[in-house]
């Protein structure tokens, strides 16, 4: 939903008058870092006594569920004595989101260092809120690749190849032991929260020596010149008093919020029933922080010699036997296709899971992908797209593909090697998020997640996604399974006219680079 507004906007701003709006000058960033762990900390003693016996391994916990995802962000907000690193596309102003401030904001009361750092497209209307919030002495915010106009952003034309390029990366960080990295953003849809769509999704809860290398992503991008303090974007001081009525106006929002299904209904989430247990199942393996470095925000495409898409490149080509995708967003372009269908061709097997039509949240870049799907599957690539609804008796897969809602939507962003190496993290698998976002992911090197990771997405695949294939004609069928009952469609499954008329439109105009 946000990235189709992205793109709405993109197309706005062409056929605006050039701004004269120009970026603060002269900006006062005060270095900082991370702070070192405190081994006086009960967060620190506790991964101290969990590290034991791994040596130079990381331990990872695999969120599935939007619910554990919350839980999980919650339990390391609460647990932090020392610091808390923000690093986040989006953050919603909705019931999950005004938690997870509240929960940062209670934070920084009790004397944790607070550090939040957003990308300005989403986040910036909020500018007002967040210098308030930056008020507090325990909490610094900053914005990641501001517009210069404050206002109607809309009208930055002279600026677009500047504002184009968005921080994309997604990671929280509590007192450097325990971090969150993946595809989620802030909000009720990527909570399972919403009564409307709801993503599928994907984190890594993480401890260990991989960390430390989070620690300095975030502190590589908090001290760039790409990061700009919100006081120096909103110059109006807060008086004390506003502080003050945020800090009511959350209190109610989270006492509000406490009386509703969801978060009734978080005390049955198997995160919490797992840590009531003592017997929250973690992975043990080598892991590798990978990520853009800010630079690229700025970088032609041809310059990028060492982003993220360069540096999982030696993963697919170690890869002998299976590669299975995970993208919400897929548009390969030709020479995406050639690649990949040049593995099937030496043996290996291409497995692809991303949105149908049905389930896209953006119809711009399915209408990227689409003329793509031909040439894949004659090219033995085996395609999979999601079903909008998961069927009601399959709780394992609901889960796993966020359908709590009325429609379901994939949003998660993961690769295994293999059944070796898994990749988890912000990236997808297109041209914006090769070329012009930012990105960042962690991969791991553990045969036991990989291979639960393969079994839980492959598990009811064919119930809870369409197979594509090419009939006797050429024409696409798309083959899924209703408890084991064979259902076959030979157009875009479960939309409207409308749907494929506009996505059709889409795909003529909006260039494929940018999606």
Not at 196 to 208: A, P, Q, S, V
Not at 220 to 238: C, D, H, R
Not at 310 to 315: D, E, G
Not at 399 to 416: D, E, F, Q
Request: aromatic letters at 10%; hydrophobic letters at 35%.
């Amino acid at each position: 939903m946000t990235r189709a507004l992205s793109y709405l906007k993109w197309i706005a701003i062409s056929m605006i008058v050039i701004s004269c709006a120009t970026l603060p000058k002269d900006v006062q960033r005060t270095p900082s870092t991370s702070l070192p762990p405190d081994p006086n900390t009960s967060l620190s003693k506790y991964i101290k006594s969990k590290l034991q016996g791994h040596h130079d391994q990381s331990g990872f916990h695999p969120l599935f569920s939007g619910e554990d995802a919350f839980v999980a962000r919650i339990a390391s907000i609460r647990t932090a004595e020392k610091s808390l690193d923000l690093q986040y596309y989006i953050w919603n102003n909705d019931m999950t989101g005004n938690l997870m401030l509240h929960e940062v904001l209670l934070a920084a009361d009790r004397g944790v260092r607070v550090r939040v750092l957003l990308d300005d497209l989403n986040s910036g209307k909020f500018e007002k809120q967040l210098r308030v919030l930056a008020s507090h002495p325990q909490i610094e915010i900053r914005m990641a690749n501001p517009f210069a106009s404050r206002g109607w952003k809309i009208f930055e034309i002279g600026r677009l190849k500047e504002v184009n390029r968005r921080m994309h990366n997604k990671v929280i960080i509590a007192d450097s032991e325990v971090g969150i990295v993946g595809g989620r953003n802030i909000g009720d849809e990527y909570f399972s929260a919403s009564n409307e769509m709801n993503f599928g999704d994907l984190d890594l809860w993480t401890i260990g020596p991989v960390v430390p290398s989070l620690s300095k992503e975030f502190d590589l991008y908090w001290n760039s010149e790409f990061a700009y303090p919100i006081e120096s974007l909103v110059k109006k001081n807060p008086a004390p008093e506003d502080l003050t009525k945020i800090r009511t106006l959350l209190s109610e929002a989270a006492q509000k919020a406490l009386g509703t299904p969801y978060t009734r209904g978080l005390k049955d989430s198997q995160l919490v029933n797992d840590f009531a247990k003592g017997s929250i199942k973690t992975f043990w393996g080598e892991g590798r922080v990978v990520y853009d470095t800010p630079e690229k925000l700025r970088q032609p495409a041809n310059e990028q010699d060492d982003n993220l898409h360069v540096q999982l490149r030696p993963y697919l080509e170690k890869s002998t036997k299976e590669i299975f995708m995970v993208s919400p967003y897929f548009v390969p372009l030709d020479g995406g296709v050639k690649y990949l269908t040049g593995k099937v061709s030496s043996g290996i097997r291409i497995v692809i899971l991303t949105n149908s039509l049905a389930s896209s949240d953006v119809s711009g870049v399915f209408g990227g992908y689409k003329g793509y799907r031909k040439k894949l599957i004659r090219g033995g690539v085996e395609l999979y797209e999601l079903r909008p609804k998961i069927q009601p008796d399959k709780k394992k897969a609901k889960r796993t593909w966020g359908s709590s809602g009325s429609h379901a939507g994939l949003h998660g962003k993961t690769m295994l090697f293999d059944e070796r190496m898994i990749f988890v993290g912000s990236m997808n698998l297109d041209p914006r998020s090769a070329y012009l976002n930012s990105e960042m992911g962690v991969v791991v090197d553990s045969e036991e997640m990989a291979k639960d990771f393969t079994h839980r997405l492959k598990d009811d695949l064919n119930e809870v996604a369409f197979h594509l294939t090419l009939d006797e004609k050429d024409n696409l069928v798309w083959t899924t399974f209703n408890s084991g009952h064979k259902k076959t469609f030979t157009s875009e499954p479960e939309t409207s006219w409308w749907q494929r008329v506009k996505v059709s439109i889409m795909s003529v105009f909006i260039p494929e680079r940018e999606l």
